[in-house]
């Protein structure tokens, strides 16, 4: 079983670039979401998604987008990469809003 | 806002122990409590779920229990291995469905030592 797969593992940006991070799943899940995880700060919730063509704010969205066209994909835009989006990010999904969250092995991002 | 506490950050104890994290949270209205684990450079590992109707979940060598009103909630590991070296948080989700976003506490980071 795949799970939650994200890519790529690893990225570097230059400030300003934009890029696209992939999360896809196979389990058929409603909810899918993206954190960030940075050091004395935890897991941050930025965008989630209750379903295809649904998608709402988390507690730090800003400098990203995302879309939900299907109920496998969930991607994650950076707009205008900047060094403070320097954070690993994971990709999450659930059966529905209150059952337990299955994770990504997520992306580092650099951006320099 | 809800926050959530781990102590201590960091627990090394030997092989065969068994021990206890700890995680408390300020605000009591929440719906479930979930313990995950995360290996390093891994996501994370959902490893119990317990509802605020329930006091305590377990699977294996895993106790979860959860006291809503005192705002605790601890995981109990017995006869440590080396191989449950990792970091472990905890979340907890609110009762209310606007957002629904888990708060995570920033984990333990446990090391059995063989």
């Known amino acids: 079983n795949a799970g939650v797969t994200q890519t790529p593992k690893f990225q570097v940006l230059k400030t300003g670039q934009s890029m696209t991070l992939q999360c896809a799943q196979d389990?058929?899940?409603?909810?899918m979401s993206w954190y960030r995880q940075d050091p004395g700060m935890g897991l941050r919730l930025i965008h989630y998604?209750?379903?295809?063509?649904?998608?709402d704010q988390g507690e730090v969205p800003n400098g990203y987008n995302v879309s939900r066209s299907t109920t496998e994909d969930f991607p994650l835009r950076l707009l205008s990469a900047a060094p403070s989006q320097t954070s690993v990010y994971f990709c999450?999904?659930?059966?529905?809003?209150?059952?337990?969250?299955?994770f990504g092995n997520g992306t580092r991002l650099t951006v320099t | 806002k809800q926050e959530v506490t781990q102590i201590p950050a960091a627990l090394s104890v030997p092989e065969g122990e068994n021990l206890v994290l700890n995680c408390s949270f300020t605000?009591?209205?929440?719906?479930?409590l979930q313990w995950f684990r995360q290996d390093p450079g891994k996501g994370l590992t959902s490893l119990l779920l317990?509802?605020?109707?329930?006091r305590e979940q377990t699977s294996g060598r895993l106790n979860a229990s959860l006291d809503k009103s005192s705002g605790r909630s601890t995981l109990y590991i017995a006869a440590s291995q080396p191989g449950d070296s990792a970091t472990y948080l905890c979340?907890?989700?609110?009762?209310?469905?606007?957002?629904?976003?888990?708060?995570f506490g920033e984990g333990t980071q446990l090391t059995v030592n063989p």
């Open positions: 999450a999904s659930s059966a529905w809003l209150y059952s337990p969250l299955h």
């Open positions: 389990m058929n899940h409603e909810y």
């Open positions: 998604s209750v379903g295809a063509g649904i998608t």
């Open positions: 605000d009591s209205a929440i719906y479930n």
């Open positions: 317990i509802q605020s109707s329930q």
């Open positions: 979340a907890v989700r609110p009762e209310e469905t606007s957002g629904s976003r888990l708060t």
